[in-house]
T-cell receptor
Framework: TQLLEQSPQFLSIQEGENLTVYCNSS?????LQWYRQEPGEGPVLLVT?????EVKKLKRLTFQFGDARKDSSLHITAAQPGDTGLYLC????????????FGTGTQLKVEL | GAVVSQHPSRVICKSGTSVKIECRSL??????MFWYRQFPKQSLMLMAT?????????EQGVEKDKFLINHASLTLSTLTVTSAHPEDSSFYIC?????????????FGSGTQLSVL
């Protein structure tokens, strides 16, 4: 059983549409990160959230950390083909040192 | 910001041979590095935590004799896949904590695609 479950697993949308990716767990995380990865490359950090209820915006991307620090969401407004990629949430468990646990991943494809 | 270099980026080998993958922190020291494995269109699975000057800590289900990790210096960790078989074919990625934009964060190498024939 994966500690961090992401949904949906796959998402194919048209350019200009909005979407939300969810990252859920029954465990509490001291911090949670979102990454985007392209084929054949390492993941690239998009954002880190550390406070329950925190909302961070990065241009068209909005990230939210749940009040209980067990879940997070990523919302993309007006998606573009350049947003295509594998989106991964990853968290550090409370008391887990600096070991990062990755979510199951969401493969996003944005078509023209 | 910090840079993590991984080499080689792609390797093809015959079944039964051993393959070594290097992970270097280029402009910072990393006492801890992490090794992940990733299958196509799936997430990263942590294999082990590499500790400078001591034994690596392996995740449950990862064979330590199969995946040898050496972290002999503060800037280099290596992962050796011993007696590789086709089922070991995967994308292997390393990471290390470093300073970036005034905060400590995890930097990832660009990955190594291993194909075992």
């Amino acid at each position: 059983t994966q500690l961090l479950e992401q949904s949906p697993q796959f998402l194919s949308i048209q350019e200009g549409e909005n979407l939300t990716v969810y990252c859920n767990s029954s465990s509490v995380f001291s911090s949670l990160q979102w990454y985007r990865q392209e084929p054949g490359e390492g993941p690239v950090l998009l954002v880190t959230v550390v406070t329950g209820g925190e909302v961070k915006k990065l241009k068209r991307l909005t990230f939210q950390f749940g009040d209980a620090r067990k879940d997070s969401s990523l919302h993309i407004t007006a998606a573009q083909p350049g947003d295509t990629g594998l989106y991964l949430c990853a968290g550090v468990l409370t008391g887990g040192g600096n070991k990062l646990t990755f979510g199951t991943g969401t493969q996003l494809k944005v078509e023209l | 910001g910090a840079v993590v270099s991984q080499h080689p980026s792609r390797v093809i080998c015959k079944s039964g041979t051993s393959v070594k993958i290097e992970c270097r922190s280029l402009d910072f020291q990393a006492t801890t590095m992490f090794w992940y494995r990733q299958f196509p269109k799936q997430s990263l699975m942590l294999m082990a935590t590499s500790n400078e000057g001591s034994k690596a800590t392996y995740e449950q289900g990862v064979e330590k004799d199969k995946f040898l990790i050496n972290h002999a210096s503060l800037t280099l960790s290596t992962l050796t896949v011993t007696s590789a078989h086709p089922e070991d074919s995967s994308f292997y990625i390393c990471s290390a904590f470093g300073q970036g934009a005034g905060e400590e964060k995890l930097f990832f190498g660009s990955g190594t695609q291993l194909s075992v024939l």
